[in-house]
């Protein structure tokens, strides 16, 4: 797969710069990596907004 | 030994994988088992240990809380393939009751 | 001179390509590790002692927050809450 190398134009499509970042760091298995994690993603956006978890303790342990 | 095991890196991180370690974590935390996996983005570690009825206990012990990590013993074969096979496949119970 | 140049940057570009497949095998390894906890009951140890049990949700790809169900605290059950990897030392369940 080649990825197209020109200067990135003002109008760089976004998710372009996250896709050459996880290229850089994962290599040719960096689709695959970004399938998982966009279902992970998901799956805790989707319970997040369903359920409204509330932070626990309110105020962070560590500080 | 290791004061900055979320700054090893992927490839030393894997040198760990398949080995049992004993891990100190903050607050006098020790965790011991074999060695899963160690997520590069957070450097959080995943043990797994086989009970003695055939259950397995999984610990992840958080990256930045890792202050020491010691090599206990390396995997035979077998507990090397078993532990690679250990979450595959990933989506077995999609469908609770 | 320009072979010692060449072999240099393909020393390189191996280098880069173990380190990236290294990468994947962990990260993959850590999702699915992830995803095998869902619906479990897991034990957290925090800082300050604290230690809860909750049902596991599911965690952010930055493995900043837990999203997790009846969470056991000292003062009571919080239905729905979420957990900070900051304030986690470690946690476990049991497949």
Not at chain 1, 35 to 41: K, L, R, S
Not at chain 1, 44 to 62: A, E, G, M, S, T
Not at chain 3, 13 to 30: C, M, P, W
Request: glycine share 4%; net charge positive; aromatic share 8%.
């Amino acid at each position: 797969v080649s990825r197209r190398s020109t200067a990135g134009p003002p109008s760089e499509r976004p998710g372009e710069r996250r896709r050459a970042e996880m290229q850089k760091l994962y290599g040719k298995d960096a689709a695959k990596i970004m399938a998982m994690e966009a279902a992970m993603q998901l799956n805790f956006d989707r319970n997040c907004d369903l359920k409204q978890p509330k932070y626990w303790p309110v105020i962070p342990l560590k500080l | 030994m290791q004061r900055g095991w979320p700054l090893l890196g992927p490839l030393r991180w894997f040198r760990y994988v398949n080995k049992k370690v004993k891990v100190k974590a903050r607050k006098d935390e020790e965790v011991r088992g074999w060695l899963f996996t160690v997520d590069p983005v957070s450097a959080s570690m995943v043990l797994v240990d086989f009970r003695e009825n055939g259950g397995v206990l999984v610990q992840v012990v958080m990256g930045h809380a890792v202050e020491e990590v010691q090599v206990l013993q390396e995997a035979d074969r077998r507990t090397a393939d078993h532990l690679q096979t250990m979450f595959l496949p990933p989506r077995t119970c999609i469908l609770e009751p | 001179t320009s072979l010692s140049t060449s072999a240099a940057s393909a020393a390189d570009a191996d280098e880069l390509q173990s380190e990236q497949q290294a990468r994947s095998l962990l990260r993959e390894g850590f999702l699915r590790c992830l995803l095998s906890a869902a619906n479990k009951k897991v034990q957290f140890h925090m800082y300050e002692k604290v230690k809860v049990e909750a049902t596991f949700g599911a965690c952010d790809i930055d493995v900043l927050n837990f999203q997790v169900s009846d969470l056991h605290t000292p003062i009571g059950v919080q239905k729905e809450a979420l957990i900070r990897s900051q304030d986690v030392i470690s946690f476990n369940f049991d497949i």
